[in-house]
């Protein structure tokens, strides 16, 4: 089993900047896709923003040029530098992974249990 644990979010004012961290833990033979995803109160999940192993990225077009995501591959982690924050971004960040806990497991997804990011003045 793979673990995913964030942290790193808080109260910020409009404009202000946070950086979210996602540490994966556990038995893990290789961790493919990780990513951002982001739940607002009464919508649905969204995508945020997504890294592979090679470091492709993938963002939502409303934080393109705001959120950058990173990935440290020998700490397991990725990471999400977020400027420019509007009250809009208020939501819970969930880290998301595709990875194998084995060589012959197959590749599963996993979610951590979130932090909330709260953009308010």
């Known amino acids: 089993q793979v673990q995913l644990v964030e942290s790193g979010g808080g109260l910020v004012q409009p404009g202000g900047s946070l950086r979210l961290s996602c540490a994966a833990s556990g038995r893990i033979f290789v961790i493919n896709t990780m990513g951002w995803y982001r739940q607002a109160p009464g919508k649905q999940r969204e995508l945020v923003a997504t890294?592979?192993?090679?470091?492709?990225?993938n963002y939502a077009d409303s934080v393109k040029g705001r959120f950058i995501i990173s990935r440290d591959n020998a700490k397991n982690t990725i990471y999400l530098q977020m400027d420019s924050l509007k009250p809009e971004d208020t939501a819970l960040y969930y880290c998301n992974a595709d990875a194998r806990s084995t060589s012959w497991a197959a590749n599963r997804n996993y979610w951590g249990q979130g932090t909330q990011v709260t953009v308010s003045s």
């Open positions: 890294i592979t192993r090679t470091g492709s990225t």
